[in-house]
């Protein structure tokens, strides 16, 4: 699932140091493409993290009823 998320023709290794220009590339997108990266990496840390992605989770509250 990890590969199917990361674009490898527009994959770019860079200097961790070069910060500057990850700031003017990031300003350079439209708001929909910030937001699409940011899902991809939130899904991607998610898959880290958990090994799978995760649903929403279904709460069920079980209440009993006293009889006066």
């Not at 990361?6 to 994959?11: I, M, Q």
């Not at 991809?40 to 090994?51: E, H, N, S, T």
Request: no cysteine; aromatic share 12%; glycine share 2%.
């Amino acid at each position: 699932m990890l590969d199917e998320t990361v674009d490898k023709n527009t994959l770019k290794i860079v200097d961790l140091n070069s910060k500057e220009n990850d700031f003017k590339f990031w300003q350079s997108q439209s708001i929909e493409k910030r937001l699409e990266t940011l899902e991809q990496l939130r899904l991607q840390f998610i898959i880290w993290k958990y090994g799978s992605e995760q649903g929403f989770q279904r709460v069920y509250r079980i209440i009993e009823l006293s009889q006066h």
